[in-house]
């Protein structure tokens, strides 16, 4: 549950994950951000608010009780059921298991489940009014154009919702029957 709600609530790539350090979660409570060492060897930092906080911590306290190690900031964040290091295989395997119990795995293709997550988070932040601005800058991209196909996803997925209006049926049928009247004329 960790690893989703931080891929869906951060956007972070598969590598910028695994790179993350106990130490990358950092600030007061209530104002915490995520380090994050991007494309490039850029770093950025992206807030999180208090559910994803308490959802990381609640994970590391588990982390602990199950391996009886004392957790420390240079540690990984994200570890395997043997308490090491999560790797590119394992994260996949975390989340094809969540796509699965979803009943949404055959939907995703295979090598993009993490990317996938990722394309959800600015996909909803620009459902709901975020800037391509903004979301370049949480994404970690370099320029608008990276940040813009989502936007276009948005774009598209809007003017799908609108001609689902059932109102537009309305009209089709009406032009309709008008079209077949001036036919009979």
Not at 164 to 184: D, F, H, I
């Given at each position: ?26 600030g ?11 494309k ?53 395997y ?7 119990h ?19 988070f ?37 003017r799908?919702?609108?001609r ?22």
């Open positions: 549950m960790a690893v989703m709600a931080l891929a869906l609530l951060t956007g972070l790539r598969s590598a910028e994950m695994l790179g993350l350090r106990v130490e990358s979660v950092g007061r409570p209530g104002e915490r951000r995520v380090r994050v060492v991007g490039g060897g850029r770093t950025r930092s992206l807030p999180i608010e208090p559910p994803l906080e308490a959802l990381l911590e609640a994970y590391l306290a588990s982390r602990e009780a199950r391996f009886g190690v004392r957790v420390r900031g240079g540690d990984p964040l994200l570890v395997d059921n043997r308490g090491e290091g999560l790797r590119r295989g394992g994260l996949q975390l989340v094809r298991q969540c796509y699965k979803a009943g949404v795995n055959d939907r995703v293709a295979r090598g993009t489940l993490v990317h996938a997550l990722r394309h959800t600015a996909t909803r932040l620009a459902e709901d009014g975020a800037s391509v601005t903004e979301i370049m800058r949480l994404l970690g991209h370099t320029s608008l154009t990276s940040s813009q196909s989502y936007i276009d996803v948005t774009a598209s997925a809007q799908e919702a609108a689902s209006n059932r109102t537009y049926g309305v009209l089709r049928r009406l032009s309709e029957g008008a079209g077949a009247a001036e036919g009979a004329h």
